[in-house]
């Protein structure tokens, strides 16, 4: 239950920044070209700056172990992902299914999934969320890329690999290894920066979601069964998997979090580059985004 209530009023919060962001696409204060500038400035560096400094953290064989676990539970999380998608999606060839398929696999984990395992569990959650990111870059740009361009470009996974939260994670998890901290002034001035993760994050996902149609998402069933797909049915089934294991709150809990944030933030993105229907994308991704402020407490009440 208390898990729950902290991850509750984290998401409230969060729910109340997009807000602010909605108003400021309204007023004009930020248009979508800044918006997108905005959204570079936080995946290109806050995110992976909040990724490095969770490795800031001295030595400890339990941490490492820890870490070593959420590997295990990212894998599982993404083997039931793409089991449940390809089994509900298959043999589907219509423009709208690919971004369906990418949608009930890949999560927010980074815009959201940070933020808010940052405010459950403090940085060393974010530090096992980090393998969950791993997981999620390398797939992202082998599986995402093929789903969505409907072509076998095993070459991308080149491009996962020198991606900025991708080298964040190589970088701190070596200087976890080693034993290297930052100097004192350096690190306060770092995660200072870092702090503004949250309320940026926040405010770009408000903007996007100005631009979708409310009146037309709540009139489309398919949208309801994609947000019940990625919401509740994969959460349910990864959730369900975890209780044959018997680990701490703060793995199963960080690994909840991260299966069950909505829609990523990149499917607009990738639905305009390989020419699928980006309207469609951005409204999976407001209606996810909105529906999760209930399902997430909800889901972290089984914990």
Not at 48 to 76: E, H, M, N
Not at 118 to 131: R, S
Request: glycine fraction near 6%; include cysteine; aromatic fraction near 12%.
């Amino acid at each position: 239950m208390e898990l729950a209530i902290i991850s509750f009023r984290q998401i409230m919060m969060m729910v109340i920044l997009m807000a602010v962001g909605i108003l400021c696409a309204k007023v004009n204060l930020i248009d979508q070209d800044t918006n997108k500038k905005l959204s570079s400035f936080v995946l290109m560096l806050v995110n992976p700056l909040v990724i490095f400094l969770s490795y800031q953290r001295s030595f400890d064989k339990k941490l490492l172990q820890g870490l070593l676990l959420s590997f295990g539970l990212a894998l599982l999380s993404y083997s039931i992902s793409l089991i449940v998608t390809h089994t509900i999606y298959r043999n589907k060839k219509e423009n709208t299914f690919a971004v369906e398929k990418y949608a009930s696999v890949y999560t927010n984990s980074g815009f959201i999934g940070i933020p808010l395992v940052q405010g459950v569990f403090g940085l060393e959650g974010v530090f096992y969320l980090t393998a969950y990111l791993t997981i999620f870059n390398l797939l992202v740009w082998t599986h995402g890329v093929i789903v969505m361009s409907g072509k076998r470009d095993f070459t991308s996974i080149k491009r996962a690999m020198v991606s900025p939260a991708f080298s964040a994670i190589i970088l701190g998890f070596l200087s976890f290894l080693i034993r290297f901290e930052l100097p004192e002034l350096l690190s306060v001035s770092l995660h200072m920066l870092g702090s503004t993760n949250t309320p940026l994050a926040m405010i770009v996902a408000g903007v996007s979601m100005s631009q979708a149609n409310i009146g037309k998402i709540l009139k489309d069933g398919r949208i309801y069964k994609l947000c019940f797909v990625r919401l509740i049915v994969i959460p349910l089934l990864v959730m369900f998997t975890f209780t044959f294991f018997d680990l701490p709150v703060i793995l199963t809990g960080t690994s909840t979090i991260a299966v069950a944030c909505p829609v990523a933030a990149n499917i607009i993105l990738f639905a305009y580059r390989y020419e699928r229907d980006s309207l469609y994308a951005a409204e999976l991704f407001a209606a996810t985004t909105v529906l999760s402020m209930l399902t997430m407490p909800l889901l972290l009440l089984l914990i």
